[in-house]
């Protein structure tokens, strides 16, 4: 009498099993990172936000790590259009990796805004005067993002693709 409960439970679970994708499992978050990397190029995002998101919550005592794993996820998210989640994940980096957060660091924010579109437009131009206000000597490093927020003002998508703002 016990069989058809076993068969049940046994149908059940291997349908369990095959439903769908899982989200992918990472034992360490320098693998974590690694593998969000890879999965940006191949345009995974799914397997990239997981990873960024691992190596960020397990970062602990490695503040490299931990800034490296925020910029990743805040581009994802920008990309996914996740506006307010990149907000909170870039607000991030500047309170807890404000050190390790270079001009080059602030070029990718941008970047990461001006990738997103109009709607994030706002956010562009507050990263560009923080940007600016923090190497007021290296304003030159930054016009490629000024160029950018005109032409995102100007509904310019010729310049902003020249740029790299637009198309993969």
């Known amino acids: 009498m016990r069989t058809p409960n076993i068969t049940a439970s046994l149908l059940l679970a291997s349908l369990c099993a095959c439903g769908g ?3 992918p499992t990472f034992s360490d978050p320098v693998n974590a990172l690694d593998a969000a ?3 940006v190029s191949a345009k995974d995002m799914t ?3 997981a990873g960024f998101t691992f190596a960020s919550e397990n970062a602990a ?3 490299k790590l931990l800034y490296q794993a925020l910029m990743g996820l805040g581009e994802v998210q920008t990309k996914e259009g996740n506006l307010e989640e990149a ?3 870039f607000s991030r980096v500047e309170s807890e990796c404000a050190t390790l957060c270079d001009l080059h660091g602030h070029q990718r924010i941008i970047d990461a805004w001006l990738s997103a579109g ?6 562009a131009k ?3 005067a923080a940007a600016e206000k923090k190497y007021p000597n290296e304003l030159d490093a930054l016009e490629r ?3 950018g927020i005109h032409a995102v003002e100007s509904g310019d998508t010729e310049a902003l693709s020249g740029l790299g703002y637009v198309g993969d």
């Not at 109009?118 to 956010?123: D, I, M, T």
């Open 21 to 23: 994708d899982s989200a």
């Open 37 to 39: 990397s890879r999965a």
């Open 47 to 49: 397997t990239a936000r």
């Open 61 to 63: 005592g490695n503040p």
């Open 87 to 89: 907000y909170g994940t």
């Open 118 to 123: 109009p709607g994030a437009l706002s956010q």
């Open 126 to 128: 507050k990263a560009l």
């Open 145 to 147: 993002q000024r160029q």
